[in-house]
């Protein structure tokens, strides 16, 4: 401890700081940047393409390369121009002092080829591969003319195939240089630029030929090098095409180089299906595929070169950093890396729009509690105060301004003066306008113009009861719209949170799922997983044609239900039109309850259109819903308005919002929506069918009834009908169903339908004790029948009745057993 004490010490005795260690990664990030920064930023790159490009040669002879790539950086990158000329002339120059004085000419054509043309040609894009075909042809046609004994066949033919592989090489180039030179690419390469890529490095490999270290041809270790890249990163597919189009360009380069192509393209192979062993399995297929290729092409020294060049290759990658291959991976479809860039865009979209949408949330929370502090701030007894104080300052302005009592009244006796007044306001304002006489009497002992001062009184009090309303209705209004805005805050917020849960990855369990059903002999293509949760279980399945046997809901479904524990079933199936396609179905879990329903219904005097609506509304979160509405009167308007009741009813429930909210929002509408007396009932019925919870709201409606073996339970509660007040209070009646129970639902035209019937509670019970069956449809009909019959087989006014049968949800199929090892943890 002493020692370390005394290290931590400099010689005139001060503590000093511990050195950190070597940073190996922060260098290499280091060196990183500064080589993105030359090579990329400054474009020097393109000095070194072009130097390479420039001595390239393809049978020895022709020279394609050198203006394909001049003209795609002029295009591209016009500054970076004269660096790319620089390297293409000084790589011609290490072949020959005439070749560079060729390039050089050739370049400067192409200048006065492309500025000519500039003015008469829109798309100079589509024109350059011209551009460049012109001039290389112009060239060698001028140097067969000037330098060669004349034209011939086989020098014309060469300038062609050499122009003809110009002008391929510019559209590859003009695909491939933006790939190399953008420092951060987002999209991914396409098939069509991974093979634009791969023809360009190879064609810049070609300037390595004649190279070589400790007698290595750098060309082959570069070439296989790249092999074992791409099938490391991309896999067998894409490892073998780079080495079947590297080996071609070089062997067109190097006649001599041709088996080379086998090579590559067999190490390519292997490689890629070797990669599950990372790059040791990668640089094993490589030395495999030497043995192979080289024991049937050459032996002896030539094998044992081989073996070093290749040996060489598998050196140079397995140095290669694990941030270079990432990289490069990021940008090719099907790999891991890929697949992960295209899951982090997706996750951060998805928390941008659960951001912005939770923002939303908290706007509206916001300006619900703005309405709300509203109300709370407004305390009644000083608004009462006030507006006594503004009352009375009308008055006495029309009374006692002119009175020659005014400074007897309102200065010496103020206090007394504004008691007596204040209290016949609130007497006349309780009492109808009338004053107690005692009250009077003294009040005409005390003024002088009493009469005038009631008078005014009576008029100044009608306006004030006025104001009074519409500030009570502005209140109740600001109360709704604060309960409306804090329900739309909250589905929000939940729609917030659905989108920030991320779907979970159910790889192993899909593997499972399908090896199961495969095991016991069913044909399945396809398992996608989106939930396992207990009660929310969502799987979709791609199956063959199955003649319609139904062996989703027979065999799959039961099956699903003993793996996963719980009743699957067939939520959806889309069936294959012609026999060798696939099916498309999805299983989802099964409801603890089921409901069946019964609808019985007449309009007034048998006429086609009834004032009474109904319906069954399947709500989100296994929830259903059954819903009557009464609209005033009878007819086709009675029928608009109670149907408009419940679509927007409709409507709200299903976006989420809580059911009293929602009843409270319809309710608003309809009443601010016309000033005519234009009424509905409500009557609602919210079924939780996992639990048989339910929820009643009634809204001026009549009673329901819930029938469970021989006891008859009345849901009633007492509320006016929706439209004539803004604000209406919504009494939520609760009730746990059970199996068998049958929900019986009514209008007013049913209920207080039978004649000379004094208590209709009891009639009704009655009648619905006396019940022989329990099928919700028959049960309608039966109520329907005896209602008209008890008046004389005389429909006096609309009917509507809505039966619905609780039950537990029981299968079609038992489940089959799966063995253990199979089943879901």
Known sequence: MQNVERNMLNPTGDLNLVKPKFDLIGLYNRLQAQVENIFLRKGYIFLFLGFLLG????????????????????????????????????????????????TFGVIFLF????????KWVKNEMRALPFYVFTTIITGELFKLAVFSSGFSVYGTAMAGVEAGLGLILTLIF???????????????????????LIIMLASVMTGTI??????????????????????????????????VVTGLILSLANVSSFYHMSLLAFSGLLGGLLKEGKKPGVAVGLIIATLLIGMYGEAGEALNKTLMESGAAVLLFLLTPAALTSRIAKHIPGTPEYSAEQQQYMRKMRDVTARRVSQFSNVFQALSQSFSSI????????ESDRGLDYFLSNVTEKTCQTCFKKDHCWVRNFNTTYDYMGTIMHEMDHNNGNVSAKLTRDWEKHCTRSKKVFEVMHQQLTLFQANRKLKKQ?????????????GVSEVMGDFAKEIQRERENHHKQEEQILEALQDFGVQIEHVEIYSLAQGSVDIDMTIPYCRGHGECEKLIAPMLSDILGETILVSSEQCSAYPNGCCQVTFKSAKAFVVYTGVAHAAKDGDLVSGDSYSTIELGGGKYAIAISDGMGNGERAHTESQETLMLLQQILQSGIEEKVAIKSVNSILSLRTTDEI??????????????YSRFLKIGSTPSFIKRGSKIIKIQASNLPMGILQDVEVDVVSEQLKAGDLLIMMSDGVFEGPKHVENYDLWMKRKIQELKTEDPQGIADVIMEEVI??????????????????DHNIPKWASIPVPKQQKQA
């Open 375 to 382: 109300n709370d701030q407004q305390d009644d007894s000083e």
């Open 111 to 118: 200048l006065i080829l492309f500025r000519s043309m500039g």
């Open 174 to 196: 003009l695909q491939s240089i933006p790939l190399l030179t953008t420092g951060k690419r987002k999209q991914s390469l396409k098939t069509e630029e991974i093979v634009c």
């Open 210 to 243: 004649g190279w070589s270290v400790y007698d290595l041809s750098v060309e082959h270790i570069m070439s296989r090098y790249l092999v074992l890249l791409f099938s490391f990163v991309a896999g067998a597919t894409v490892g073998s095409t780079v080495g």
């Open 679 to 692: 009424f509905s009932t409500l009557d609602l019925a919210v079924i939780d069918l996992q639990n048989a």
């Open 474 to 486: 502005v209140q109740e209004s600001r109360k709704i719209v604060a309960e409306q805005l804090l």
């Open 55 to 102: 001595r390239a040669l393809i049978l020895g002879k022709l020279a394609p390369f050198a203006l394909p790539f001049f003209a795609a950086v002029y295009f591209l990158k016009k500054d970076r121009a004269p660096i790319a000329f620089l390297g293409l002339v000084a790589g011609a120059a290490t072949l020959a002092l005439t070749d560079a004085a060729v």
């Open 789 to 806: 019959r008890s008046r004389s087989n005389l429909i006096e006014d609309d009917m509507t009745v809505v039966v619905a049968k609780i």
